[in-house]
Each structure stands twice: as structure tokens, then as C-alpha cells.
């Protein structure tokens, strides 16, 4: 029998929190609580999700882009969007949640997606207030999250920035073009920018005072800032670019606090975030109508590229013959 003392060696938990405290990374073969581990597949699936429902707004206008050179730079972003939801599903599976069951409980309408993506894009300037906004929104809230504690989760944000960033400058470009051209134009970029503002204030979730993740995520690691902080960084930066822009951001009692450093703004209306979240924006049901559809329809891709799987992982455990 060792004659160690067992209370000598760390226990899970003292280990697990040892490297929370030293802001190391916890890798996939670490012991996690299991409340850590049912959070983060919670987090990143509900981002997975986004990222795929949100091909749908910018989707509608691939046909309808202006020129081909905007179609191409649209199917372009949009392809990034599905291979961000890759990279994010791949997380979630190094946590033992699989694809498959992860898109069951979307389509079950049991886990979410971002609200954003339940509102109309009316016009070609909606895809560049996505870009512009949206995007902007998600590289706030998404750059602190390359430093989250989970590893696999932290390093595929790294990437998903860098494509976000410029996703951001294709969609500021859009309006600037719009809003340089004629009067027309620059009015249906204001009208984008009017419909886009406060549902884009609100992704960053309820207030600090409502957020029930929040306090934990921090303390994990996981969420650096909270979602106050972040849309308030959100709004720090996107006033100056509207100036460059020449648009008006619809909120009156936007102002520039000189004391603390920070505009002062008015909080989106979140009655209307708690219903959208629930299922009763105005897109929800026709979102997920069209994945779940979209995802019927290519069970024939999936059922294809696991037989091509099969076969080839068959062939390679077949002896090579000896070359003479
Ligand atoms: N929409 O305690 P809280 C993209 C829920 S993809 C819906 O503060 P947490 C892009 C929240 O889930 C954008 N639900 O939560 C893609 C919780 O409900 P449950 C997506 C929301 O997790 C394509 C409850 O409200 N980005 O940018 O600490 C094209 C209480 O909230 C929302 C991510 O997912 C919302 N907006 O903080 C273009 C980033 N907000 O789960 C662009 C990763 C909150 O208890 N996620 N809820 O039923 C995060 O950073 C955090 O999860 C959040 C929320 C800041 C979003």
C-alpha cells in the first residue's frame, strides 16, 4: 500500500480550480464540473445555432445582390457563417454533446439561437447594416472570448474573429457606398440603420441585473465582460463610424458623457427581446421552418458522405498489395 496520504493529491476540484484561478486553459481530457461543461455546451451551441440560422437574413438576397462582384463577396460570407457553425459544433463535441443531437434540440425548439436573426432584411442596405452592426456586435462580444477558459472553444473563436472582422468591413463598405450615392440610397441606409440599432443593442443579452449565467461564466473564466460592459464598448465604437457614415443613430437621448469617458444611450426595449427570445419575433417560425426543412432535405448529403466514409475507411484497413 503507497504510503502517500491521499488528501496530499489534488483532487479533481482543487485541480479544476487551480487552473481557473492561474488562467490556464481546461482541456478536454481535464475533469470539469459538470455544471462548467452543461454551460459551455449550452453557450457554444446557442452560438453554433446563430451562426447557422443567421445564413438565412443575408441568404434571402444572394439572388438579389446588386452586382456580381457583391453576389460573390455574399455567398463568400455566407459560406463563412456555415463553417463558423462547424467550427463551433466541433467544439461542443469535444464536451461529449454530439451534432446530432444538438440540432434535434434546436429544431425541438429546446435550446436557442440569436434573436437577431428573427428580423426581416427589407432591403440590399439591411446586408450591410448586418455586416456593419451585426458583425460589429459579434467581434465585441467575440474577441473576449478567445481567452475563455475552454481551450477548443477559445481557439476556434480566434479564427471566427478574424473572418468577423472583415465580414464588419464588407458590411460598412456596403453603406458607405450607399450612403455616398444618391438620396434614395442614403435613406434606405438610415432606414437600415433605424430597424438594426436596437435589435443589435440587444444581442448582447438582458442586463447585467437579469443575466442568471453571467456571474458563474465570469468567475469560470468563460465570459470575460459582462453584457453591459460589452454593449456599452459596442456603442463606444459604432457612434464615431455612424458619424463617418452620416448616419443618425435613432436614439434621442444619445450623448457623449464627458465625466465617464463613454456615450450615454437608451436600452433597447426589452419586452420585445424577452418575446422574440420566446418564439414571437417577427422571423422566428419562418426560420425555423426553413431549417428544419433545409435539414430534411439534405439527410440524403449525410447518408452519402457516411457510406463514402465507410468505404474508404474499409479500403484503407484492406492489406496493400506488394508492389514488385
Ligand atoms: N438571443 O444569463 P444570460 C453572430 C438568453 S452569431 C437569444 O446573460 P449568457 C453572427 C441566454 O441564452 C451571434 N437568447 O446568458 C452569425 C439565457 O437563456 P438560457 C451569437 C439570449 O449565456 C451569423 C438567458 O437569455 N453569439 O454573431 O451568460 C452572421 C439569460 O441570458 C440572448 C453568441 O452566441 C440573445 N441575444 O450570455 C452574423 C456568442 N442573450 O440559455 C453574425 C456567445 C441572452 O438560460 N454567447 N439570451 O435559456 C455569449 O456570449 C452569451 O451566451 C450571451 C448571453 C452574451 C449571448
Known amino acids: 500500500m503507497s504510503d502517500v496520504d491521499a488528501t496530499e493529491a489534488p483532487a479533481p476540484q482543487q485541480e479544476f480550480d487551480a487552473l481557473i484561478d492561474a488562467d490556464s486553459r481546461i482541456e478536454p481530457r481535464d475533469w470539469m464540473p459538470e455544471a462548467y461543461r452543461t454551460t459551455l455546451v449550452r453557450q457554444i451551441a446557442q452560438h453554433a445555432h446563430s451562426e447557422i440560422i443567421g445564413m438565412q437574413p443575408e441568404g434571402e438576397w444572394i439572388t438579389r445582390a446588386p452586382s456580381l462582384q457583391r453576389k460573390a463577396i455574399l455567398m463568400a460570407k455566407v459560406q463563412d457563417e456555415a463553417g463558423h ?65 475552454y481551450g477548443p472553444y477559445a481557439r476556434a473563436m ?74 456599452q464598448k459596442f456603442v463606444d465604437m459604432t457612434v464615431p463610424q455612424a458619424e463617418v457614415l452620416g448616419l443618425r443613430i435613432p436614439d434621442p437621448a444619445l450623448r457623449w458623457d464627458e465625466d465617464s469617458g463613454h456615450y450615454r444611450f437608451s436600452e433597447p426595449d426589452w419586452e420585445e427581446f424577452w418575446a422574440v427570445v420566446k418564439g414571437r419575433g417577427p422571423c422566428n417560425e419562418q426560420r425555423m421552418t426553413h431549417r428544419r426543412r433545409a435539414h430534411d432535405e439534405g439527410a440524403w448529403v449525410r447518408e452519402a458522405a457516411t457510406a463514402y466514409a465507410a468505404k474508404r475507411a474499409a479500403a484503407a484497413s484492406q492489406p496493400t498489395a506488394s508492389v514488385a
Not at 119 to 138: K, N, Q
Request: hydrophobic share 35%; with cysteine.
Open 85 to 149: 457553425g462547424l467550427y463551433l459544433y466541433s467544439a461542443a463535441e469535444t464536451l461529449g454533446a454530439s451534432r446530432d443531437e444538438l440540432l434535434h434540440l434546436l429544431h425541438a425548439g429546446k435550446q436557442k439561437y440569436s434573436s437577431i436573426f428573427n428580423y426581416p432584411t427589407l432591403s440590399w442596405a439591411d446586408v450591410g447594416a448586418i455586416g456593419w452592426l451585426v458583425d460589429g456586435a459579434a467581434i465585441t462580444n467575440q474577441v473576449p472570448l478567445c481567452r475563455c477558459s
Open 158 to 231: 480566434v479564427r471566427i474573429c478574424k473572418e468577423e472582422s472583415f465580414h464588419q468591413r464588407q458590411g460598412f463598405e456596403i453603406l458607405h457606398t450607399l450612403t455616398g450615392g444618391t438620396p434614395e440610397q442614403k435613406a434606405m441606409a438610415q432606414d437600415a440603420l433605424d430597424r438594426w440599432w436596437y435589435p443589435s443593442l440587444a444581442m448582447f443579452g438582458p442586463p447585467d441585473s437579469d443575466s442568471t449565467h453571467s456571474e458563474q461564466s465570469m468567475r469560470w473564466g468563460i465570459k470575460r465582460f459582462s453584457n453591459d460592459e460589452l454593449r
